[in-house]
Nanobody, 120 residues
Framework: QVHLVESGGGLVQPGGSLRLSCAASGRIASVGAMAWYRQAPGSQRELVARISIGNVTNYSDSVKGRFIISRDAAKNTVFLQMNGLKPEDTAVYYC??????????????WGPGTQVTVSS
């Protein structure tokens, strides 16, 4: 089994920055693509950013130029550096990853989420 745990959320003023982290743990044989999603109240969960195993990245138009996704493959960790935060970035942010535990197949996993609130 593989577990994802996010950290780094909180309350920040408009224009501020936060850095989210997500570490995968468990009997991990391999981690593939990793991503961040977010879900605001009353809205569907949406993709924010994704990074492939080869470090190819893609972003939603709403965060392009403000957010940066990166990963530390040796530590099975993905980061989301969020700059120029806006009130509309307020949401629960979820980590997502394709991973394979030993003696298992690749599955898709979700973290429990971390709240990000942008408000003055």
């Amino acid at each position: 089994q593989v577990h994802l745990v996010e950290s780094g959320g909180g309350l920040v003023q408009p224009g501020g920055s936060l850095r989210l982290s997500c570490a995968a743990s468990g009997r991990i044989a391999s981690v593939g693509a990793m991503a961040w999603y977010r879900q605001a109240p009353g809205s569907q969960r949406e993709l924010v950013a994704r990074i492939s195993i080869g470090n190819v990245t893609n972003y939603s138009d709403s965060v392009k130029g403000r957010f940066i996704i990166s990963r530390d493959a040796a530590k099975n960790t993905v980061f989301l550096q969020m700059n120029g935060l806006k009130p509309e970035d307020t949401a629960v942010y979820y980590c997502n990853a394709d991973a394979r535990a030993y003696f298992s197949i690749f599955r898709n996993y979700w973290g429990p989420g971390t709240q990000v609130t942008v408000s003055s």
